[in-house]
């Protein structure tokens, strides 16, 4: 299985948003954001032409952002799994992986740090960050079965810049 890990787009300023009183959870992404999106996303697909499954954290820069890449894939729209909230447990994402281990190729769309934890959790086991992921950045991983800890072996990593150049 191929494993597709996408940070969210640029959000509105975390303080900024805070004077709003609304849950961080909520903050969206800015308009300059959602248009590096679309062409982030058509470079993730130069590079990953097809995706049989698209999830998401539930938090609404995420959700935002995957539903540009659910756009550009053809998919109606991204699962919400609590699997890849910022603070999730590693183990409750490698169980959600099993529950999809017929795929081929899932993109998750997530957070920073958590995601690049994540990835170098599923990597080489520790739970401290190897890597480093921008925002709108993506790095693929290869598994020979589903995703589990200490297995996946690193394809690429590549920052929105790379991604948006592929794209044009």
Known sequence: MNLLV???AIAMDKDVFAQSGKSDDLRPLTEAGTKKM??????LRSQVPKLNH?????????????AILAKSYGFAEPELTTT????AAFEGFEAWCKTHEALRAIAIVGHEPHLSSLV????AGPHDSRLQLKKGGACLLEFDAAPRRDSGTLLWLLTPRQLRALGA
């Open 120 to 123: 170098t959790w599923l990597m």
């Open 54 to 66: 698209l999830a998401s954290s539930p938090l609404t820069r995420s959700v935002e952002t995957a």
């Open 84 to 87: 890849l909230s910022p603070e």
């Open 6 to 8: 996408v940070r969210h």
């Open 38 to 43: 679309r062409a982030i996303a058509r470079g």
